[in-house]
């Protein structure tokens, strides 16, 4: 089945340890999100990339950055997390042809110690 | 004001009830509406998309959209203990890639 995946779906790290979240996608969409979830809050969007072009949301730490090498794949790094950090991070994917709608992965979840 | 509205819940309701779930929005510019259900530590999964106004049905969800009134429902029939989850709405418009999410509202169905 076409899917989003994300990897791992637990990640913990140590205040101050980087970290790389995985997203990858077998729906050959144009345009890969990533969220930010917090309990009980709506998905906060960190960054999207339209193809290859990159969308910095303006409120979205320096300490997130975002890398897709190609079409299937797009990584999420935390330089350097804080106790803050930790959240659910979700991965999306939405075609890129108008009325869109986003197709969500199954998280990963971030504990920072 | 934030430009989507939604009643956080939570909700409890007998099984079989018939549930109402509801967002407003302030952006006139919202073209195509979605709804999303969130069980607890996975993924939105998509449950309904409508790009209209009035209603539209998939088996015991019907999404309601009234543009004039910048309001949207989600009805769900003889709710069942599985339909226990958190419901997101969330809107768009075309040739933006963002959406806007609701904070989401959390249904507990009791049996």
């Known amino acids: 089945d076409a899917m989003v995946i994300q990897n791992p779906r637990y990640q913990v790290t140590q205040f101050g340890k980087p970290v790389t979240l995985s997203c990858s996608q077998t729906?050959?969409?144009?345009?890969m999100y990533w969220y930010q979830q917090k309990s009980s809050q709506a998905p906060k969007l960190l960054f999207h990339y339209y193809d290859k072009d990159f969308n910095n949301e303006a409120d979205t730490p320096d300490n997130f950055q975002s890398r897709r090498p190609n079409t299937s794949f797009c990584f999420l790094d935390i330089r350097s997390p804080g106790l803050g950090d930790a959240a659910m991070y979700l991965c999306?994917?939405?075609?890129?042809?108008?009325?869109?709608?986003?197709?969500f992965g199954p998280g990963t979840r971030l504990t920072v110690l | 004001q934030k430009e989507v509205e939604q009643d956080p819940g939570p909700l409890s309701v007998p099984e079989g009830a018939i549930v109402s779930l509801n967002c407003t929005y302030s952006n006139s510019a919202f073209q195509y509406f979605m709804w999303y259900r969130q069980y607890s530590r996975k993924g939105p999964e998509l449950l309904m998309y409508?790009?209209?106004?009035g209603n539209k049905e998939d088996g015991r969800f019907t999404a309601q959209v009234d543009k004039s009134s910048k309001y949207i429902s989600l009805f769900i029939r003889d709710s069942q203990p599985s339909d226990s989850a958190t419901y997101l709405c969330?809107?768009?418009?075309?040739?933006?890639?963002?959406?806007?999410f609701g904070t989401g509202t959390k249904l507990q169905v009791i049996p």
């Open positions: 729906l050959n969409h144009n345009v």
């Open positions: 969330a809107m768009g418009r075309r040739g933006y890639q963002k959406v806007t």
């Open positions: 999306a994917t939405s075609p890129g042809q108008g009325l869109d709608t986003q197709y």
């Open positions: 409508t790009y209209s106004s």
